[in-house]
Nanobody
Framework: QLVESGGGLVQAGGSLRLSCAAS????????MGWYGQAPGKQRELVAR???????NYADSVKGRFTISRDNAKNTVHLLMNSLLPEDTAVYYC?????????????WGQGTQVTVSS
């Protein structure tokens, strides 16, 4: 189970910190990620982090967003700075693991982020 928190309404230029608490999975075996889905658009990768701490980001958020994880607390965070109206989306936490030939994906329920201009 993945449970997100921290979304809300913020003005452009502001900041938000999203959190995702994981249970029922071997957290340290999963790549954790945040995906965003804007109205009328497909869900897209925003940022992800490996169990070892390697990260990658969508070009649109590089330098503004930071993903981090706490393996002791089974949590992953997304610090969102310098927010833009185009960052408005539902943000979903994802846990991914490949076991043998199979891919396992787990999703949270999503948290709304709205950035006003």
């Amino acid at each position: 189970q993945l449970v997100e928190s921290g979304g809300g309404l913020v003005q452009a230029g502001g900041s938000l910190r999203l959190s995702c608490a994981a249970s029922g999975i071997i957290f340290t075996a999963n790549i954790m990620g945040w995906y965003g889905q804007a109205p009328g658009k497909q869900r897209e990768l925003v940022a992800r982090i490996t169990p070892e701490g390697s990260t990658n980001y969508a070009d649109s958020v590089k330098g503004r967003f930071t993903i981090s994880r706490d393996n002791a607390k089974n949590t992953v965070h997304l610090l969102m700075n310098s927010l833009l109206p185009e960052d408005t989306a539902v943000y979903y936490c994802n846990a991914y693991q490949r076991r043998g030939p199979f891919d396992y994906n787990y999703w949270g329920q999503g948290t709304q982020v709205t950035v006003s201009s």
